[in-house]
């Protein structure tokens, strides 16, 4: 007797970046930050009042909310939040898209979590292919018949952009439509969209504490845009669970969003070593794409991404590696810190050298 649904039968899920535990390993394949949190994290943890944790947290993360609000210049009814960027992603799906609707459009290569919601909530997929380069065709965004769109900017595991001009005309040319901007990494580059949620009515723009705020083992995103948007988030997240976001959590985001210095401190060795690890890259025989977020794309000219990613593994480095139409011979390759990258390109000289 099969006592699962047909949607349970039929879904692939998600595969996370590999974790193994049997080994250390230099972890260059989940695109979190090489830097801890700020100290502000660190203290508010050892001076948790352990006796709120008896209680439920506040369902409306109203302090959390406030915090992010603050950082925007919006209401706090401007904002969602939820346990990562994913959770508040997939929340999307039921929200704003319909199973006997248009679809929801997104670029054939881009964050896989798309299509997987999409098919887990029966609500058709509308692919809209990239160019050679990898770059969106921002006319075919602007015509594409959808519901709506995601798009994920900086692209995951591309890098690259659509800027701030290209966007505005995709949404200006669909206001009956959703427009939903993945910016998980956002932060390392000047692309950000937040600033137009107040222009935009249909513009929802969905941010992570995960990776420029090295909180990703705390779980934390969030979305900004028209309270009527944010609503329609709450209506479904509550159907779930309310209390979906915790006391410890929200504490800690709080403390990181706070300490903006110290964030941007980080973003910016981020930035540097990415920049020359990738001139690194290229002396080595890689293609590189020119990266705006905190990893790297990359394929070598005569070694087979998959042969390069499992010698990296047997020598103590993991990289990311998608056996994937049209992306099957890149590596994504976080960028970790200086030590790092060392290692990396060490390495890496000696399994191409023989």
Not at 103 to 122: C, P, Q
Not at 185 to 196: E, I, K, L, R, V
Request: aromatic residues 10%; contains cysteine.
């Amino acid at each position: 007797m099969n006592y699962l649904s047909k949607i349970c039968r039929t879904t692939q899920p998600y595969m996370a970046a590999e974790q193994p535990l049997d080994r250390e390993y230099i972890k260059l394949n989940t695109n979190g930050s090489p830097y801890p949190p700020c100290k502000g994290v660190e203290e508010s943890l050892k001076s948790i009042d352990t006796e709120r944790l008896n209680a439920y947290p506040d369902a409306q993360n109203s302090a959390l909310a406030e915090e992010i609000a603050k950082k925007h210049g919006l209401a706090k009814e401007n904002v969602f939040v939820g346990n990562g960027a994913d959770e508040v992603l997939s929340l999307c799906f039921p929200t704003f898209f319909d199973k006997e609707g248009d679809g929801v459009a997104y670029a054939d290569v881009t964050y896989s979590f798309y299509k997987i919601w999409a098919k887990l909530f029966e609500i058709p997929s509308v692919i809209v292919p990239l160019g050679d380069d990898f770059k969106a065709d921002v006319s075919q965004f602007k015509q594409t018949k959808c519901q709506g769109m995601i798009i994920c900017n900086p692209n995951l595991p591309t890098g690259l952009i659509v800027n701030r001009l290209d966007l505005m005309a995709i949404i200006e040319a669909n206001p009956e439509k959703i427009i939903i901007i993945d910016e998980a990494y956002a932060d390392f580059c000047n692309c950000s969209m937040a600033n137009y949620v107040s222009k935009y009515p249909n513009l929802l723009i969905v941010k992570t504490l995960s990776k420029a705020y090295s909180l990703a083992g705390a779980r934390c995103g969030y979305a900004i845009g028209d309270a009527t948007l944010i609503n329609g988030l709450k209506t479904v997240k509550d159907s779930f669970n309310c209390y979906n976001v915790n006391y410890l959590t929200e504490t800690i985001a709080i403390k990181a969003l706070q300490d903006t210095e110290y964030v941007n401190s980080c973003i910016d060795k981020i930035i540097t070593e990415r920049d020359l690890v990738a001139d690194e890259l290229r002396g080595l025989g890689f293609e590189v794409l020119q990266s705006n977020a905190n990893f790297l794309f990359a394929k070598h000219s005569e070694r087979p991404a998959s042969e390069l990613y499992y010698q990296l593994k047997t020598n103590g480095v993991l990289v990311r590696h998608y056996n994937m139409a049209r992306i099957d011979n890149y590596l994504c390759i976080t960028v970790g810190s200086k030590e790092q990258m060392k290692v990396l390109i060490k390495t890496l000289k000696t399994i191409l050298n023989g």
